[in-house]
């Protein structure tokens, strides 16, 4: 029998096929090296508005640090840590204000921070000197940000903001124009758009920073609040201009189209209970670009929220490094996106060593090892720190009867204490200053410089005001009375007045409705009377004591720009300091009603 010869042509053909056939692995994404193909985690730690408050805190936030990184994923790369910061660090305490920032900061390196935004209050900082918080021709140096610029050379870590620009390097068809301090045109319409790609930057920021863990590329991205200008000291940043938070992200974010994974803002505004900036600016660019941030790690406001924006986790932390906020994504290697419904998040975690919050961040607890120990390093810092201030810190200058708060809309007994102080150093007949400046409460018991120090820590000067006109000082007074909360209102000393205002419909905002009735000097002076129709005219014949930020238009009380000064008295807080030691008083907490809310007491 004769055996047909097999033909070779069919393995010849597979041959081929296999060998013109597409690369499946080359056409399909890129996996990031790893083998099974499930999502990556990457991990953030967050933080804001700590205001210099390092201890003890800060410390276990240190050791909390130390125990991820230890882990097993994290140390075998199979997931990626980032620990974050959005804004106000160093301005709050002496111990921090003592040394400007440099505690702070170390403490920062030794935690292992990957980026800050800078926030409105390190501004407040001027020329190196740290109760100097101005230029001064005769005293110090002529740079109003050396603080910050000798922060940033210390840090290992860099200091991120994309929206603050020179004004005079934005250009507009090739001719300087006339800025705000939003970086807007001012009183002037421009042939052409502002230029802002070939702006320039402070040398000590950088707009983002690209870092790639566990495979993947994050990008963070730093916004500072557009109205720093306002809520800060004014010189430091009078060449600077902070340009609108959407519409920097958004063209930044385009020019990042395929350069990273992940996008990370670090934003020095967020949400309250009644306001929701920080959300309002996350919806505005997912509007515009799907999918455009991944998270938003806020600050400024001093809240605590933890906001789901279209998936994206819009997390704030309170204040004082008292808290931190975790937050977990998860990259899928292979779609190349983040899957929202697998992200784990928790806002205002408390930082303690012996507990942990089970119930609002489970997650996270699971991976600590209870107790926390110190952090050696942070601990010598705060030792060294500590060392430094004694003597000034625990100099005694009165005792309080019982703790006395202060109030950011209504009369309280802290705030009439701080303005009757000022009018007595003064020898005015009226003080002013803003709520939004005291920034703590007087605890009972003995009151030290250091207690002060927490209430007042801003270098703001005491100045006289004289020939103000009542127009001004009007103003000024239905502003105070108008505001439910979207700013603080004008703590005074030396006047009477009466007001009707109703907040039950304002959603923490203003009350346009608001309305003066009565305001009258301590001597009988009136200068309004809704009843008689009596109203001043003209300049006031009184002289007014306030602080330099008023004077210049700070808080939003702009009305106050160009009011004639005429002298300088010194920093608010030393010369209070200073008047309360000669007689150690006793302080209580009452109020007298001279602002008083006509429509609260019906």
Same mark, same amino acid.
């Given at each position: 029998m004769l055996?047909?010869?097999?033909s ?8 081929l096929?296999l060998?013109?056939a597409?690369?499946v692995?080359a ?10 193909q499930e ?5 953030f ?10 201890a003890?805190?800060l410390?276990?936030?240190?050791a909390i640090a130390?125990?991820?990184r ?12 980032f620990?974050?910061?959005s ?7 002496l111990?921090s ?5 440099a ?22 900082f001027g ?11 005769d005293?110090?140096s ?11 050379s210390?840090?290992?870590f860099?200091?991120l903001?994309?929206n603050t620009?020179?004004?005079d390097s934005?250009l507009?068809?090739?001719?300087r ?9 001012s ?5 052409s758009?502002?230029?802002f790609?070939?702006a ?10 690209i870092?790639k863990?566990?495979?993947v ?15 800060t000291?004014?010189e430091?940043?009078?060449?600077l201009?902070?340009?609108d ?5 958004l063209?930044l974010r385009?020019?990042l189209?395929?350069k ?5 803002i670090?934003?020095?505004?967020g949400?309250?209970d009644?306001?929701?900036e920080?959300?309002?600016?996350t919806k505005?660019i997912?509007?515009a670009i799907p ?5 938003v #790690?806020a600050?400024?406001t001093?809240? =605590?929220?933890?906001? @789901?924006?279209g998936? %994206?986790?819009v997390? *704030?932390?309170g204040a ?13 290697p ?9 992200t ?15 119930q609002?961040?489970a997650f996270?607890?699971k991976?600590?090892?209870?107790p ?6 942070i601990d ?6 500590t060392l ?6 625990k100099?005694k200058?009165a005792f309080?009867s ?15 204490l701080?303005?009757?102080a000022?009018?007595?150093?003064s020898?005015?007949?009226v003080?002013l200053m803003n709520?939004?400046?005291?920034? #703590? ?5 003995? =009151?030290?410089?250091e @207690?002060?120090f927490e %209430?007042?820590?801003? *270098? ?15 103003a000024?007074?239905?502003?105070a009375?108008?505001?439910?909360g979207?700013?603080?209102t004008?703590?005074?000393s ?14 923490g905002?203003i009350?346009l409705?608001?309305?003066?009735l009565?305001?009258s000097?301590l001597d009988?002076?009136v200068?309004?009377d809704s009843?008689?129709?009596k ?11 306030t602080?330099d ?11 106050f720009?160009g009011a ?8 608010t ?9 000669e ?14 809310? %006509?429509?609260?007491?019906k």
């Open positions: 055996l047909r010869k097999k070779t042509l069919p393995l010849f053909l597979s041959v096929s060998y013109f597409p690369n692995n056409m399909a994404p890129k996996r990031l090296g790893h083998a099974n999502p990556i985690k990457i991990s730690l967050l933080t804001n508005d700590i205001h210099g408050h390092i003890p805190k410390t276990y936030l240190g130390d125990q991820l230890q882990s097993s994923d994290y140390r075998n790369g199979k997931a990626g840590l620990i974050l910061d804004g106000d660090q160093f301005q709050g305490t111990l204000n003592y040394d400007e920032g505690s702070l900061f170390n403490t920062f390196n030794e935690i292992g921070y990957d980026a800050i935004v800078p926030g409105n209050h390190d501004y407040d020329p190196l000197g740290w109760l100097y918080d101005r230029v001064n021709p005293e110090t002529a740079d109003p940000r050396e603080v910050i610029k000798n922060l940033a210390m840090a290992r860099p200091l903001s994309a620009y020179f004004k934005i507009a068809g090739g001719h124009i006339r800025l705000d301090d939003q970086c807007k045109p009183n002037e319409t421009p042939v758009a502002p230029d790609q070939n320039k930057r402070p040398e000590f920021l950088k707009p983002y920073q870092v863990r566990a495979g590329r994050v990008a963070l991205i730093g916004l500072d609040n557009r109205s720093t200008s306002s809520s000291t004014k430091n940043v009078s060449d201009c902070f340009r938070e959407v519409t920097e992200y063209e385009r020019e189209e395929g990273a994974d992940l996008f990370v670090l934003l020095h505004q949400d309250t009644k306001s929701f920080g959300s309002e600016i505005k997912n509007a999918n455009g941030v991944h998270l #790690a600050g400024h001093h809240f =605590v929220h933890n906001a @789901n924006v998936g %994206v986790r997390i *704030q932390d004082n490094g008292k808290n931190y906020g975790r937050v977990d994504l998860y990259f899928d292979i779609s190349r996106t983040v899957n929202t419904e697998k784990d998040s928790a806002a205002g975690i408390s930082i303690e060593n012996q507990t942990c919050d089970e609002k961040a996270a607890c991976q600590l090892n209870l926390l120990h110190s952090h050696p390093a010598r810092i705060v030792e060294g720190a430094a201030i004694a003597p000034l810190a100099k200058l309080a019982a703790i006395i708060r202060s109030h950011r809309i209504d009369e309280s007994p802290l705030a009439n701080l303005t009757d000022l009018r007595k150093i020898k005015t007949q003080a709520t939004g400046g005291i920034r #703590a409460p007087l605890q009972a018991g003995d =009151v030290l410089y @207690n002060l %209430v007042l820590p801003f *270098q703001n000067q005491a100045v006289i005001l004289t020939e103000l006109p009542w127009e001004t000082l009007r000024a007074l239905l502003s009375i108008q505001t439910c979207r700013y603080g004008l703590a005074q030396g006047l009477r007045i009466r007001f009707t205002r109703d907040c039950s419909g304002a959603n905002e009350d409705g608001a309305k003066l009565h305001v000097t009988g002076q200068l309004l009843e008689s129709g109203e001043a005219q003209g300049s006031l014949p009184i002289r007014v004591a602080l930020f008023i004077a210049s238009g700070g808080s939003g009380f702009t009305m720009s004639r000064i005429d002298g300088t008295l010194g920093i807080r030393e010369l209070i300091a200073e008047s309360l030691a007689s150690i008083p006793e302080l209580d907490s009452k109020t007298d009603g001279r602002f008083l809310n %006509v429509h609260h007491s």
